[in-house]
């Protein structure tokens, strides 16, 4: 069956800013649109917008868009190098990447494999068989928070996910990175290291069943700037996807869980520092006026003799007031109660999800036949093991250490209204003031150990600062000021006479010294240098098996789509040097693995081309070429892979700019003409001398549209969603078909688009101007 062009005009827009990107949802009516002012926008078919993105800083541009096969994430990408992956239901954003330079493209495959291969166990997760769901973060500690947040977005990543699906992220720095669902660096591929004077990557698209990856690279060659295709040989993706899905699966839980407890220590964080502010305050002002140390002095003399100087009590008396105190009794109540369920419901239970999916690593890693090629070593997960029992052990003694502190500050606290009381000569309650010689063991040490230290500033300035407690110096990222002075437990007794045993890899150790943030923060190192390994290991086993030379043209005008189609094993790639021009060069690759085994190094290749051109198509419908005359050929505008057996053309009448024509044309009457040629010697394609097919005589008489209105400069299309978005030359006007309609419907709709398009051509816009953010 041919290829047809029965389109419906369903809505014509105009926008207030430039549209520079635009890319259609393969499962939903939903198109993603990047402006020139960094804002990224989802519209529904009927341009209802749905939400919008602002640039995440002043002059940051999007430079590529890529959805996921389902259509749930859409990947954005930014020239200063980040990409930020965002849940198409809110927005929000659900993990981030940076690759250190401008992104160039994006595209987001996902493994489809042979047919006549074997079904490989899938190495499933059954986590939520064993471990209770993560509560639920608030983004404030309060209890009154009703915001709640789920604490680790990567997971929503993994969800339905099913086949594995690949990031491709290419850049201005010759580089192509590839993360196994967007979470997981799987590999690396450096094109300079290959290709002399590549630059600028262009494209890099995976074949459907990773066999191989088809990049377009800009090179400088003599001062000229010259694209080329590199083939990369990508067989250990394709032949281990299954592993690598397991193993991408199990460190996307992992970096998910990371997240999560990052963020409890934030909130554990903010719930510490406002337990005593206001104290703090207060006692810093009266330290001002003491000699160092004073303060501690002054306490433990009225601890001890019940006598103080007159300063202090008029400190007492005018700052610590009873109404004071009382309030700040219930603020720290409040405050070690949240503290203590962080620790207890989010702390721990992260810690042990943690040792769940490493020994479940582990457990891939004696795999050594199928995951050692991917770089998985037992030895390292296993001591990543130990370091997230680390963590767990440090969240245990947190605990502990709470509720110690609850009980010296309660003391402390009680003794010290007592105190203010007597001096401002105001009875005390029998019940309040009794106190055993526990309490006041209690009071004296925290006197003595935690209420004063002394710091030097930046400026050399020594200042006087309160720990107050115990429990923050855990959320510090320094070893810990004051060690938890609990009696060793009979497993600790033990481990210290049998050293041996305590070396073992099950044996989790404890690190007396380390605090909460700083176990967190190397278990955060340790598990980023174990995931550097495979991607190590996948990078150097990916190898870059030919590049050709193709033709020579300005830097950034190059328009380049690609496909890889499953039922001939070929990829096909179009290239327009630059709009406005007549030529459009079709490259067919073979994706077969015996062919890629085959191919050597080096800038040679037989490749399938041929160069096309468009005679001036006359009419609405049919195929009658006009006489030649002054400029007999189109000018291309973009091309775009409509589905594997169909290519969108956008073209333009030299003679009537007004005048675009929209060519769908069939790829087996293109796939026809190729022409089996040898590149080499570093000779370009465009110089071998081949002449242009005219693709006008292999059109199908319903295969284009001609369209009025105003030039055209770019299209979108998507075969999946059967639609097309085509954009004026000025960027702001936008166009949406409904593609392969009954013609019937489509000419019932022709009067009321021209009648909405002379409408539209006021030049008022339904976009409000959004503020960069």
Not at 632 to 660: H, I, K
């Amino acid at each position: 069956m041919a290829a047809t062009c029965i389109m419906k005009q369903v809505e014509e827009r105009h926008v207030a800013t430039e549209i520079l990107k635009s890319v259609w949802s393969p499962k939903m009516d939903l198109v993603a649109i990047a402006n020139a002012q960094g804002q990224v926008a989802m519209h529904r078919l009927s341009w209802q917008r749905v939400w919008v993105i602002n640039s995440p800083g002043e002059k940051v541009l999007v430079t590529g868009l890529a959805w996921r096969p389902d259509s749930k994430v859409l990947a954005i990408g930014y020239s200063t190098g980040e990409v930020v992956l965002v849940d198409i239901e809110d927005s929000s954003p659900v993990h981030k990447l940076n690759v250190n330079a401008e992104v160039t493209s994006l595209n987001w495959s996902q493994h489809i494999p042979e047919k006549d291969s074997d079904k490989q166990p899938d190495f499933e997760d059954t986590s939520e068989t064993f471990l209770p769901p993560l509560q639920l973060l608030s983004k404030s500690y309060g209890e009154a928070s009703d915001e709640k947040e789920e604490g680790w977005q990567e997971g929503r990543l993994l969800q339905d996910q099913t086949d594995l699906t690949v990031l491709t992220i290419t850049t201005s720095a010759a580089s192509i990175y590839l993360y196994a669902f967007g979470l997981f660096h799987c590999a690396t591929v450096e094109l300079a290291e290959t290709v002399p004077g590549a630059t600028r990557v262009l494209d890099a698209t995976p074949s459907h069943d990773f066999h191989l990856l088809s990049c377009l690279v800009e090179r400088q060659v003599g001062g000229e700037t010259e694209v080329a295709h590199v083939t990369v040989e990508t067989l250990i993706l394709a032949w281990r996807h299954a592993e690598l899905r397991a193993l991408a699966y199990r460190y996307g839980k992992i970096y998910g869980l990371m997240t999560y407890a990052s963020h409890t220590l934030l909130l554990l964080a903010e719930a510490w520092e406002s337990i005593l502010l206001e104290l703090d305050d207060k006692l810093a002002t009266y330290a001002s006026s003491v000699s160092e140390g004073g303060v501690s002095a002054d306490f433990l003399e009225l601890l001890v003799f019940g006598m103080s100087s007159p300063e202090f009590d008029q400190f007492l008396s005018n700052q610590l007031t009873e109404k004071g105190l009382k309030k700040l009794g219930h603020s720290i109540e409040l405050s070690y109660s949240n503290i203590q369920k962080l620790v207890l419901r989010n702390v721990q239970a992260v810690g042990q999800a943690l040792v769940y999916q490493l020994s479940a690593l582990v457990g891939l890693a004696r795999h050594q036949d199928r995951f050692g090629v991917l770089g998985v070593k037992e030895e390292v997960v296993m001591n990543a093991v130990r370091e997230a029992g680390a963590f767990v052990m440090k969240a245990v003694e947190l605990q502990q250490v709470i509720d110690g502190a609850m009980t010296t500050f309660k003391a402390f606290l009680r003794w010290l209204y007592v105190v203010v009381r007597r001096v401002i000569n105001e009875a005390v309650p029998e019940e309040v003031s009794r106190m055993t010689q526990q309490d006041l063991t209690y009071i004296a040490e925290f006197l003595h150990d935690s209420l004063e230290e002394a710091t030097v500033g930046s400026d050399g300035e020594r200042r006087t600062q309160f720990r107050l407690e115990r429990v923050g110096q855990y959320l510090k990222d320094e070893p810990l000021t004051i060690s938890s002075n609990s009696p060793m437990n009979p497993w600790a007794k033990f481990l210290e006479q049998h050293p041996n045993l305590a070396d073992h890899p099950i044996i989790f150790r404890h690190h007396s010294e380390r605090s909460l943030a700083q176990e967190l923060k190397n278990l955060e190192q340790i598990l980023n240098d174990m995931a550097e390994q495979p991607a190590k290991v996948i990078s150097n086993a990916i190898k870059i098996v030919s590049w050709v030379p193709i033709l020579t043209a300005p830097s950034n005008t190059v328009s380049v789509s690609q496909i890889s189609c499953q039922s001939n094993s070929y990829m096909y790639t179009v290239l327009l040097p630059s709009p406005k021009q007549s030529l459009l060069y079709l490259i067919r690759w073979s994706t077969d693995a015996k062919r890629l085994t085959q191919s050597g190094p080096g800038p040679s290749k037989h490749v399938e081309a041929a160069p096309f051109v468009f005679s001036r198509l006359d009419g609405n419908r049919g195929c009658t070429l006009e006489a030649p005359g002054p400029t007999p050929l189109l000018q291309l505008m973009g091309a775009q892979f409509y589905t594997e057996e169909t290519l969108s053309v956008l073209a333009q009448d030299p003679s009537d700019p007004r005048v675009s024509f929209f060519i769908q044309l069939w790829m087996v009457s293109a796939g026809g003409e190729l022409r089996s040629l040898a590149v080499c010697g570093g000779k370009r394609l465009t110089d071998i001398g081949m002449a242009p097919r005219d693709a006008s005589t292999l059109v199908d008489p319903s295969g284009y549209r001609k369209l009025e209105g105003g030039p055209l400069i770019t299209l979108a299309v998507s075969g999946s969603r059967k639609v097309a978005l085509l954009l004026s030359q000025n960027r702001r006007r936008v166009r949406l078909f409904e593609m392969e309609v009954d013609e019937d419907d489509e000419d019932d709709d022709e009067d009321e688009a021209q009648h909405e398009s002379i409408m539209n051509q006021s030049g008022a816009s339904d976009d409000p101007v959004e503020n960069n953010c």
